[in-house]
């Protein structure tokens, strides 16, 4: 694992960490209890990191990073967030690579500054509100609630909700989501909606992403499925779907070849 670093952006001091060099990528984590950018993409790290200078930045509420209360429309917020971490660390233009929450930030920031933004990768992102499937309040209130977390508790929701097999769930990914989420300051605010970001629906602002977008979504995911990406294909000016099998909302970690060959294919075009 890369060393912890930390970025003065916006009022707040963001971890995040750094892995190869050449092009800059922006590695954007989910937004399920305890995720953050490394424990999310570290299968893939090796894989993608030649000829890319991959940061894998920690936003606020996530990994290491502060825990600040957010009244705001949240992909905006997040949004303006990397937008002054990338003028603080001089990054003229950046390709994404994302997981679920953090692409749906990369479209908002695409949508507020297209001159920064290359490609983006969004792995299983809902920028707008899917119909049916899981939610992520949902899945924070069982986590949370009862006797509150455990690693238990987190190996569970990682098998039901993320892997297809559940089998495959690594035992150090169980442990590093779970440590993240008991943090004290993030037990704070973990399931208050209104300091989580107020929900915000980009329907109206994805036809002004004019900028290359791999949708990359694992068939079996249960918080949007292969269908609701094909509606994003309808949104987005510049979008292309790649589907892999047996894979639910984490493919990268359950499919790491076959996922890594998607996005290299896509980001090196």
């Keep these: 694992m890369p060393e912890p670093r930390r970025v003065a952006a916006a009022g707040l001091d ?18 399920g209890p305890g995720c953050a950018a490394w424990t999310d993409f570290a299968p893939v790290a090796e894989a993608l990191a030649p000829g890319r200078r991959l940061i894998f930045l920690d ?10 209360v957010i009244g705001e429309p949240v992909f905006g917020y997040h949004a303006g967030q990397v937008l002054a971490v990338l003028d603080r660390l001089g990054l003229a233009e950046v390709d994404l690579l994302c ?19 290359g490609r983006i990768v969004a ?27 455990s690693e238990a508790k987190m190996a569970e929701l990682i098998g039901a909700h993320e892997f297809h097999d559940r089998a495959r769930v690594p035992a150090e990914t169980v442990r590093a989501r779970y440590r993240a989420s008991v943090r004290p300051e993030y037990l704070a605010v973990a399931t208050d909606t209104a300091a989580r970001g107020a929900p915000e629906d980009l329907a109206g602002l994805l036809p002004r992403v004019d900028r ?8 079996g995911d249960p918080f949007a499925g292969p269908s609701y990406a094909l509606g994003l294909t309808r949104l987005l000016p510049r979008a292309d779907l790649h589907v892999l099998a047996r894979t639910s909302h984490h493919p990268q970690q359950e499919r790491p070849r076959a996922y890594a060959a998607a996005v290299r294919a896509f980001l090196d075009r």
Excluded: M
């Excluded at 606020?60 to 502060?66: A, K, L, M, V």
């Excluded at 977008?213 to 694992?218: H, R």
């Design 14 to 31: 963001l971890a995040y960490r750094e892995l190869g060099a050449g092009r800059p990528t922006l590695v954007l984590h989910g937004g």
């Design 59 to 68: 936003l606020p509420q996530f990994g290491e990073s502060p825990v600040p």
């Design 99 to 117: 997981q679920s929450f953090g692409g749906s930030v990369a479209l908002r920031l695409a949508a507020l500054a297209p001159n920064r933004v």
């Design 123 to 149: 792995t299983g992102s809902a920028p707008t509100p899917p119909d049916g499937g899981v939610t992520g309040p949902a899945i924070r209130d069982a986590y949370y609630g009862g006797d509150g977390p």
């Design 212 to 219: 290359p977008v791999l949708l990359l979504w694992g068939a």
